[in-house]
């Protein structure tokens, strides 16, 4: 037992070190590329993409609940070692998401359709273009819904390696997009909408084929199993309701922003999900990684580690969120002007308010985990999407009252807070033995305690320095560093998880003596 439990932790390891070189890439490329197509769009344009493609991807809640039942029937199913019925669940999952895609494009061909010409704010010479933006938005998501089992089974065998390596293919063709939108005279907007889709579409393909040719449950076999149907829709019904209410908060908002204040408020919306994206993917790996462990855990009854993964993991995301964060809502403005040639109004606020988001709805994904893992998922699904539907009304009255743009992102803090803490009692009142004292002293208010005090210790260093500039943003880099490193060892990490630390760094340095 012990030896199995030392080997999925260094495979959790060696994962998240795979799924961080990914990251690095995609971060790197997706800092660069946003920069190009903005200066190359124009503000515009660019908030007119982000708007558009948020109606496309508020039709997507459907995927999203049945990627998650996917996710977590493959690895169950692992767990348990029934290698029959794994073929047979993905390629009953295969089918539902065949189905998906095709009512998401009659959705989105009419509804859809209607509301973008009817209802958003959209210059009249660039409709034309929007539409044409909207029809490749609608077949890109197609493409990515029924590519939802073939990723879910890449990480259910935890082969993180694949996503570096295919990653690369795709960092080089993103950069070939922004290389064809500089030189092309054709429409920027149509024609980036265009590559975006062909992009997606390739890299799509490749994970098919690599998952055909290595893993026997892919290649599909016709199975309308009501057995194995049954059961993952009645799992996702429950997820609907909180995957509905996540993308309509997100693009709710977005379309009270373009109503309310017009497209260049979309363009900042923009710009500060593709911060929170970067930032919070390096988390997001942690979660990816120890995801599969999780499930797998539960599976075999070994509630113990479950609830030492979930604990441990949380506190590793928000660590490591802090790390990448604090010099960020520091120093948002030198480094997104660094970054953007024209910072569009209310960037700033915005990409603050998302990153601090990031902390609550992190550890919020991982409790959520276990909720998988149970397949108890109605309870948190039914409050959470409720605190999260509750921000589209209140935003849109806060809007009609004359407050400030960033009221909804406050909004949205709060909701996922008590999210967080909706999910946590979940697991206790399913695993009794998942206390909730303890994940509130142990994990929330020492993370809190960690942030605070290092908060106030990268101010004290960034007021040494009156004029912003890149020296001032070195000195915030590094007190946040260290602050963070020291009090998050000692205040947040207990006692086996330092002397884990302490162990790996002495025999690192003995082997290079």
Not at 445 to 457: E, N, P
Request: charged share 15%; aromatic share 14%.
């Amino acid at each position: 037992m012990t030896s199995n439990i030392s080997e999925s932790n260094k495979r959790i390891t060696k994962n998240t070190a795979l799924l961080y070189i990914r990251m690095l890439l995609v971060m790197a490329v997706t800092l660069y590329t946003s920069r190009i197509v903005l200066e190359v769009l124009g503000i515009e344009d660019f908030g007119i993409y982000n708007v558009i493609g948020g109606i496309v991807a508020l039709f997507s809640f459907l995927n999203a609940s049945m990627s998650g039942a996917t996710a977590r029937f493959l690895m169950y199913e692992m767990g348990t070692e029934d290698k029959e019925k794994l073929k047979v669940t993905f390629s009953s999952a295969l089918l539902i998401h065949i189905s998906i895609a095709l009512l998401i494009i009659l959705i989105a061909e009419t509804i859809g359709l209607w509301f973008l010409k009817t209802q958003l704010v959209i210059p009249e010479n660039r409709m034309d273009a929007a539409i044409w933006v909207y029809q490749f938005s609608i077949f890109s998501t197609a493409v990515a819904v029924t590519q939802v089992p073939y990723n879910a089974c890449i990480i259910a065998h935890e082969k993180m390696n694949v996503y570096a390596y295919v990653e690369i293919i795709n960092v080089i063709l993103k950069l070939l997009i922004v290389y064809l939108l500089v030189i092309s005279g054709f429409d920027k907007l149509i024609l980036y909408a265009l590559l975006v889709f062909a992009v997606s579409t390739i890299i799509a393909f490749i994970y098919r084929i690599y998952c055909v040719r290595h893993f026997e449950e892919s290649k599909f076999r016709y199975h309308w199993n009501f057995e194995i149907i049954k059961p993952m829709l009645s799992f996702s019904g429950w997820d609907l309701y909180g995957n509905m209410s996540t993308v309509a908060r997100t693009q709710g908002v977005n379309m009270l922003l373009n109503i309310f204040f017009g497209p260049a408020l979309n363009a900042a919306s923009g710009i500060a999900s593709q911060v929170q994206n970067a930032v919070m993917g390096f988390a997001g790996n942690i979660v990816t990684a120890v995801k599969p462990q999780i499930i797998k855990s539960y599976a075999a009854g070994e509630f113990e580690r479950m609830e030492s993964l979930v604990i441990n993991a949380s506190k590793l995301t928000f660590l490591l969120l802090l790390l990448l964060s604090l010099p960020l809502i520091i120093e948002m403005h030198f480094v997104l002007s660094l970054w953007l040639k024209e910072v569009p109004d209310y960037t700033v606020l915005f990409c603050i308010c998302t990153l601090l988001f990031n902390f609550f709805a992190t550890m919020s994904i991982v409790v959520v985990t276990a909720a998988h893992a149970i397949g108890r998922i109605k309870r948190p699904s039914l409050i959470n999407g409720t605190l999260y539907l509750s921000v589209i009304p209140i935003s849109y009255l806060a809007f009609k009252l004359g407050f400030s743009p960033v009221t909804s992102y406050i909004f949205n803090i709060l909701a996922v807070i008590a999210g967080m803490f909706s999910n946590v009692w979940t697991i206790h009142k399913y695993i009794p033995t998942f206390s909730f004292k303890k994940y509130f002293f142990s994990v929330f208010a020492r993370c809190i305690v960690v942030f605070l005090m290092s908060y106030g210790l990268v101010w004290w260093g960034k007021e040494l320095f009156h004029e912003e500039g890149l020296i001032r943003f070195i000195v915030v880099l590094t007190v946040s560093t260290i602050s963070i490193s020291l009090l998050g060892f000692y205040i947040v990490l207990n006692r086996p998880m330092r002397t884990m630390i302490l162990q790996y760094i002495k025999n690192k340095l003995c082997k290079k003596i």
